[in-house]
């Protein structure tokens, strides 16, 4: 296994801390060296910046990162319906304050969901959506199991995507929402980049990262997808830690240069794998 440092970040929600990313030439993947402990981890959540833990709207960014919320809770559900026609059980991990287990659940399906935050979980039951704070019922067999930018999150990896297979139905499928560091905004933001968001992101993904560790589990990606939003909210937070005055212009700027780059490569900002059992 050959490892070799790719990169050094700064911790810019929570602790200024630097962190280093190294290249596993193996998977094609970087990893945040150090990793926190896991029971150190919790404290790199403890900001109101963390804004996928609330349902602020108090900044412009705040309101854009809704707005956009919103967009994609639609567009998630249609990738969903066309993947699974027939409504089943539904298992959202890290499914965060619940709006898509409650817009999932407005389109018929019987949904369930684990956070680990319980600031997040008190907001979910708000809205009437209960969620576990960990997996009780692990020999529940779920029709759609999704991940919305949680597996980059999750320290223990390999037992993770065990656990995805041993919970998937046969004809089940499993949807991954993960930043991709091949990206053109990844590129040219460098350490900036938003998304490494060091050390809440332990892991940073490619195409081949997600295809070889799924089909050591007996598992294959039948389709990837695009978030196109994604390019211009993280160039919007990078541009921020950059310091940059007008921000918002350059942001929309590159943004725009990612996506119409990533219409002839593939390598968007964020990319969604749709995952089946390798029958």
Request: with cysteine; glycine share 4%.
């Amino acid at each position: 296994m050959t490892k070799t440092k790719y990169l050094s970040c700064k911790d810019y929600t929570v602790t200024g801390e630097n962190f280093d990313l190294v290249y596993d030439e193996d998977y094609d993947m970087l990893i945040t060296h150090p990793q926190p402990d896991p029971e150190k981890l919790p404290a790199y959540y403890q900001s109101d910046e963390y804004i996928s833990h609330t349902d602020a709207s108090k900044t412009i960014l705040d309101k854009l990162y809704q707005r956009v919320k919103k967009i994609n809770l639609n567009k998630k559900v249609q990738h969903i319906k066309t993947t699974n026609p027939k409504k089943g059980l539904l298992l959202d991990i890290g499914a965060g304050t619940g709006d898509f287990l409650l817009y999932a659940q407005k389109q018929g399906w019987e949904v369930q969901g684990i956070e680990p935050n319980k600031k997040a979980r008190i907001l979910a039951k708000e809205k009437g959506i209960s969620i576990a704070e960990e997996l009780t019922i692990e020999k529940t067999k779920y029709d759609v199991i999704t991940m919305w930018h949680v597996l980059e999150h999750v320290p223990s990896l390999k037992e993770q995507i065990q656990q995805l297979s041993a919970l998937l139905s046969d004809d089940g499928t499993i949807f991954i929402a993960v930043p991709n560091y091949k990206s053109y905004d990844a590129k040219y933001y460098e350490e900036h980049w938003a998304a490494y968001d060091v050390p809440r992101h332990l892991w940073h993904f490619s195409k081949k990262s997600i295809s070889k560790l799924f089909m050591e589990r007996n598992m294959r990606v039948v389709k990837i997808l695009p978030m196109v939003f994604d390019s211009f909210y993280v160039s919007l937070l990078s541009e921020k830690y950059k310091g940059s005055k007008m921000r918002f212009i350059k942001a929309f700027t590159r943004g725009t240069i990612s996506n119409l780059k990533a219409k002839q490569t593939g390598e968007y900002s964020s990319l969604i794998y749709v995952i089946k059992k390798a029958h």
